[in-house]
């Protein structure tokens, strides 16, 4: 089972750059690492998702060490309406159906003005 | 990216009542969605994982005749939570698996048991 950490909460200020480190030593050959944002009353959102090196989009980049144990998503300078929580989900689907899909304690991210 | 609609978004209903959960994957087929719980201020909980034409798999303390899950067609999951009580009042959220190991989530909808 693929157990993530992460920090329980950040704040920032407007305008900063974010990394959140989320650990997950127990990851499998087959797992992806996929990030979402969850604002409240709201189901989670992707942001992000990689299974090794670097990955970036228009809102995002994550970063994955060879050894995959962890992982770094980064939110170029944040404003106040990314004030969410973030999770980092460490899981596999294959034919038989979802594996390793828990989602941790996630990061309650504080931007702040 | 790909859309996973739940309805309805927020139901109040007495206790004893049963009320339905619908989750529907609108731009794609889903053979797998799964069903989440979840508290103020606290993460998601898998309940369960619904396959297509097949019977549903839960997690460990979650009663299956409680929490009924149908997944009748590639595009529609339901939860159906019999019989409910005021402590089943929560946040419930669907998810469904799309591509590359993708799984995008549904609005989620908010249950108050009264």
């Known amino acids: 089972l693929a157990k993530t950490t992460q920090p329980i909460s950040m704040d920032s200020y407007e305008g900063q750059e974010v990394n959140i480190t989320c650990s997950h030593n127990?990851?499998?050959?087959?797992?992806?690492i996929t990030w979402y944002q969850q604002f409240p009353s709201q189901g989670p959102r992707f942001i992000i998702q990689?299974?090794?090196t670097k990955v970036t989009n228009e809102v995002a980049s994550l970063f994955i060490p060879a050894d995959r144990k962890s992982s770094t998503l980064s939110l170029p300078r944040v404003s106040l309406s990314d004030t969410a929580v973030y999770y980092c989900l460490v899981g596999d689907l294959d034919q038989t159906g979802a594996n390793n899909l828990f989602f941790g304690t996630g990061t309650r991210l504080t931007v702040i003005p | 990216g790909a859309v996973v609609s739940q309805h309805p978004s927020r139901v109040i209903c007495k206790s004893g009542t049963s009320v339905k959960i619908e989750c529907r994957s609108l731009?794609?087929?889903?053979?797998?969605m799964f069903w989440y719980r979840q508290f103020p201020k606290q993460s998601l909980m898998l309940m369960a994982t619904s396959n297509e034409g097949s019977k549903a798999t839960y997690e460990q303390g979650v009663e299956k005749d409680k929490f009924l899950i149908n997944h009748a067609s590639l595009t529609l999951s339901t939860l159906t939570v019999t019989s409910a009580h005021p402590e089943d009042s929560s946040f419930y959220i669907c998810?469904?698996?799309?591509?590359?190991?993708?799984?995008?989530f549904g609005e989620g909808s908010w249950l108050t048991v009264v």
């Open positions: 127990n990851i499998a050959t087959n797992d992806y």
């Open positions: 731009d794609f087929q889903a053979t797998t």
């Open positions: 998810s469904a698996w799309a591509l590359e190991n993708t799984i995008y």
């Open positions: 990689g299974y090794k």
